[in-house]
Every structure is written in C-alpha cells, then in structure tokens.
C-alpha cells in the first residue's frame, strides 16, 4: 500500500448521504455528510430525486476535500455503498426517467396480495432462488408495479440502477450493476447474478433487456470522468470500483468477512448475519442472503426497525430531557442514565420492537406483526419502559441469532454500538462476546476496502478486512445478568407467537377503518 494515498468512500442512505475520507491503514480520517428529501406522494410510498442525491454527494464529496485539504491527486480510488434494490432508471441520455424508489417503499403490497391469490405458494419459489423474504421494495416487484400503473416510463428508460450504480454510473458513465445487488432483486443468490425464472414468474421478461451487466463488487469499472471531475473535485482517470450493498459493504467495514464470522449491524434496521463459505437456505422463508465479494455469503435475520425504537421512545416519553439537551449526545447520555434506573428485566416490562408497518420478515415473517409493551401495571415508571425498549431490540436480535446459530462473538457496528450501555444489554441477552470496532463509517469503510482490493493493494478482501481492523472495546456477558434475561426471553418469544392471531385480526379491523394500519 503507498503511504501517501488515500480511498474514498461513499454511503447513500435512505435520506443522508456520506463522504469518508480512510488513509492506507484504514484509518478514518474525516467524514461529511449531507441530507436528501425524502419525498412520500402517498401513504407508505417512498422515493427521492436522483438529481438531487447526486448534488448532494458531489456537495459532500468537495466539503471533505477542503476540510481534509488533501489534494485529489492523493485520492487513489473510490468505492461506493448504498441502500439497496429499489428502483433507478435512465434514459438513453443517462437522465433520470422519474423519482428513485426506495426499498422500504410499499406501494407493491396489493401487488403482492394479488400475485399469492394468483399462486399461493409463489413467494416460496422466489425464495428457493434467492433465499431471501421478497420485501415490497425489492427491484422486481416494483418493475412489476410500474409496467401496470407507469408503463410509459419502462418504455422511456434505457437501464435500472439500483441506489449506488447510479452513483457509479454518474462518476464513469459505467452502466452496470454489481453481484451483492443482482442477486437479490430477487435473483439466483446461487450463481450471484440475475435469476431468469423470477422474470417470468412475476410477468416482466419484457423488460428484462434494463438490467445492466453484472460485475463483480470489487472491479474497477471505470474512471472519473473529465465530467465528473469538474463537479466533484476529483481528478479525471480516478479509479472508480462498482462497490457493493449498504448491507455487505458494512459487513465488510466492520472486518466480519471470512466463514464463521459474525456481525450486527444497528441502525435503522438492524441486521444480524453469519459469514457462511456456501449460500443456505434455512431457515425456509425467513431472513435474507446476500453475496459477499469473491466466494462468501452473508445469512441475515434482520429487524425492520432497530434504533428508531429509542428514538420513537423519547419522543413518547422524554420532552424533559429533550429540552435541556444541548446534543443528541447528551439527549442519549440522559436517556442511558433514566433507563440504567430500572434493573435487568425491567421490572418485568417486554418489549417487542416491531415498528415497522411492513411487519417482520425474520425470524419469522408476518406483515401485520406491530411493536407493543407487555406487562405494565401501576407501579412502572418510564425509566422502566425505556430499558425494556433497549432489551427488546436485545432480544431480537438474540431472536434473529438463534434462527441460524448463535455466535460466540460479534461485530457490533451502527449507531446503537456508540451506547457502551446498550452494547452491554445486547452481550448479556445473547450471552455472546460483543466487539466493537474503531470507526463509524463502516459503510463507507468496507466500499473504501473494496476499491483498494481494486488496485490491487490487496489480493483479496479478508486480507484487507484483517489489515485494516482496529478494535476499541469489548464487552462480555455477565452470566448472572444472562439468566434474568433468559427468563425474560421465554417469555417474549411465547408472546410474539401467541400474539400472530391478534395482529392479524387487528390489521383488518384497522384496514376496514380510518385508522392508519
């Protein structure tokens, strides 16, 4: 590796875009960030103007620039991640046809209904394929979508991206689309690459001919354009690698990708996977399997909603301290401080932390699965509900880890591993060791990996991933706090079985009513 060079990687989320800056140890040096719209025409839709991601990745890319005031000579490649599948279509001129639509975008659900009372058994068929649960977002079922209520901009567009290749193809002019994404639109996550059935299956073989080559996440799939560069501040020739999904790519980052690793990932979703040498299949009809670079997978279980359960928690129950904060780093501190208030357990208040109005999709999959507390009486206070909040996601992800095994020891990133409090609630639910490494751009981190296997600095991934982890701290499981929460866990998981009935019979109370499903 040449000591003098940099990587650069970039993140797209779901509505924040980031810029990180890595030196050759993999050390993160600056990281800048801005916000994109997140534009909602109807309830439960979700898309965002590609125009205006693409600006505010090239604001990001020129504020890190400057601020690190690195010249763009010593950038010596880029990688790219984003939120994955959705939908991003060009036309012949490379401008975008309409809106991006994002993957937790569920204007497909009718669609869905239709296609299982057409064939009950075909979201059975498409995970034999894929291994992965088919969400509302996903590519195939949103072409779907289009060509009945949009036909007119299938026929206008010249190729589908999804969220990252656009990025890609606005640096290189590269039409492409890498395996980590091909093989989950839902594709063959067998051969890590389109499944030709699934376009029959769901009626789009017509537009097949949209989806772009596929490469691998690694390869250098083109240089910054004289173009490019003018906008960015990036010199032209920069190599540029085609990247990989939000998913692997942190995965990547946060140095779990040789078999049997572990990772979690805790943010807005909360993604907990195996590194596996083979894809697998089981559990049937649950979770997620994605392609990791050269010859790995990931099994994922993930929760639909991982933060956004404290966050929705504050709102609810922490004005007070929300007032006084002077930052959310203090918000959170005060928060940590009222829940450390109640004991492992929380006074015998469970927490089930399914916000997400899509459901669950593993370890178990029911779309009408909602959050709720159990067990409240008159003596809680809130500092009581706040901690089961906590130890509710705790356990989902306990949850999510006994569907595929359950690991001695993981990778713990996102931004619930800067709570040192909850890091230690999650060690002693799972009864695993959890690691937390340096950093927090793990995203950005593992597309900056990617582009230095890219230039060869590194022969393969794992030997980048090993080069370039650095660990900051540790935490293990208290064996006597474990049992309380083994305790605790037989009975959240009896209740979100009892419970499948009674949300079923409210989705459609509620979908008969004017009250929002």
Not at 150 to 172: I, N
Request: glycine share 8%; with cysteine; net charge negative.
């Amino acid at each position: 590796m040449k000591s003098q060079e940099y990587l650069l990687g970039v993140d797209v989320g779901i509505s924040v875009t980031k810029a990180a800056l890595f030196d050759s140890s993999g050390t993160e040096i600056q990281t800048v960030s801005r916000k994109t719209t997140l534009i909602s025409p109807q309830p439960g839709w979700a898309e965002v103007s590609m125009t205006e991601m693409w600006e505010m990745t090239v604001a990001a890319m020129r504020e890190l620039l400057e601020l690190t005031r690195i010249k763009s000579s010593q950038i010596a490649g880029v990688g790219v991640t984003g939120n994955m599948v959705g939908v991003w279509l060009i036309d012949a001129q490379g401008r975008p046809v309409r809106k991006a639509i994002l993957v937790c975008d569920n204007r497909t659900r009718p669609l869905f209904e239709q296609l299982i009372r057409q064939q009950s058994d075909i979201l059975h068929q498409i995970y034999c394929f894929s291994g992965c649960v088919m969400e509302f977002g996903c590519t195939l079922p949103l072409i779907r979508w289009l060509a009945d209520h949009e036909p007119d901009s299938l026929r206008k567009a010249h190729a589908v991206f999804c969220c990252k290749d656009w990025l890609c193809y606005q640096l290189t002019s590269s039409i492409h689309l890498d395996y980590t994404e091909a093989s989950v639109l839902p594709g063959d996550n067998r051969q890590r690459t389109y499944s030709e059935p699934l376009f029959d299956l769901l009626g789009i073989s017509q537009w097949r001919r949209l989806l772009p080559r596929v490469v691998a996440s690694e390869q250098v799939v083109g240089t910054v354009t004289p173009h490019a560069a003018v906008f960015t501040g990036l010199q032209a020739g920069t190599p540029v690698v085609a990247g990989a999904g939000d998913v692997p790519s942190s995965t990547i980052g946060a140095g779990a990708v040789e078999p049997g690793l572990a990772c979690t990932v805790l943010g807005t979703t909360c993604h907990n996977s195996f590194v596996i040498p083979q894809p697998s299949f089981e559990p049937p009809d649950v979770g997620l399997l994605f392609a990791l670079p050269e010859s790995s997978w990931l099994r994922t279980m993930v929760n639909l909603t991982g933060t956004p359960n404290l966050d929705w928690a504050i709102e609810q129950f922490c004005g007070l301290e929300a007032s006084h904060a002077v930052s959310r780093r203090e918000l959170f501190d005060s928060v940590q401080r009222l829940a450390q208030q109640s004991p492992p357990g929380a006074n015998g208040v469970i927490y089930h932390p399914y916000l997400n109005p899509v459901g669950v999709i593993a370890p178990f999959v029911e779309p009408t699965a909602r959050a709720q507390f159990f067990g409240i009486k008159n003596s809680h206070k809130r500092h009581d509900l706040l901690r089961a909040v906590y130890e509710g996601v705790a356990l989902a992800i306990r949850d999510c880890y006994d569907a595929i095994g359950m690991p001695e020891e993981i990778h713990l990133v996102g931004g619930g591993a800067q709570s040192e409090f909850w890091c230690q609630i999650i060690a002693d639910c799972t009864g695993s060791r959890i690691v937390i490494p340096n950093g927090s751009e793990f995203g950005a981190k593992g597309a900056a990996l990617l582009a230095a296997v890219g230039l060869h600095w590194f022969d393969n991934i794992a030997e980048a991933a090993r080069a370039t982890i650095s660990i900051g701290r540790t935490y293990q499981p208290y064996p006597d706090v474990k049992a309380v929460y083994d305790a605790v866990y037989a009975t959240y998981c009896q209740l979100r079985t009892d419970l499948r009935r009674s949300w079923q019979l409210q989705h459609a109370f509620t979908a008969k009513s004017d009250f929002s499903p």
